[in-house]
């Protein structure tokens, strides 16, 4: 055999390797897509690939909760309550807050969509709801100035213009029920 002869055999090797990848690749990619891939599938081999479709639930499977309806369901009063204790209990936030400096202890806070039955702390005092009347360009006053709260996930922008600071909290109901902070960003402005 040839160098020549050698080389194509090579080259077909790799090329048969290539070609056995790809296949695989628009397989995976077909399976995902649920659409014809090539002219050469027919309509029929497309439906054979796709999911089957689920029956109508129950009335004892509609009465049930299941794991992804939370999400749509909207925050109770409590939900709030416990999701915006773990905001404010966040460090990044306190160290912000300045808490420390005459005036700014106990922690105020104020939102439109902060309830004012709250009963939340900061450290060991009790966080006062003030009304959105009060400046918070003069007064160190946290507001909270979006919530988009659902009965599994939350996130909360607030800003403390006393200190020009704002931020955002993503919390999250684990599977124990109990709050936790995802994730928070605090800057300057």
Known sequence: ???????????RGVMGVLGISLVAVATACAGMNHEPQSPEETPSEALATEEPQPSEPTSEEQSAESPDQGATQSASSEDLQ??????IQDEALLSELKLGEPGRFPLKISGSEVESGLKLQAHTEAVEVVGQQVDAKTNPVLVFTEIDLNAKQGTFKYRYEIEGVRGTSHVFKNEAGVWELQSSRVTGY
């Open 1 to 11: 055999m040839t160098t020549y002869e050698r080389n194509e055999v090579v080259k």
């Open 82 to 87: 416990q999701a915006l204790q773990v905001v």
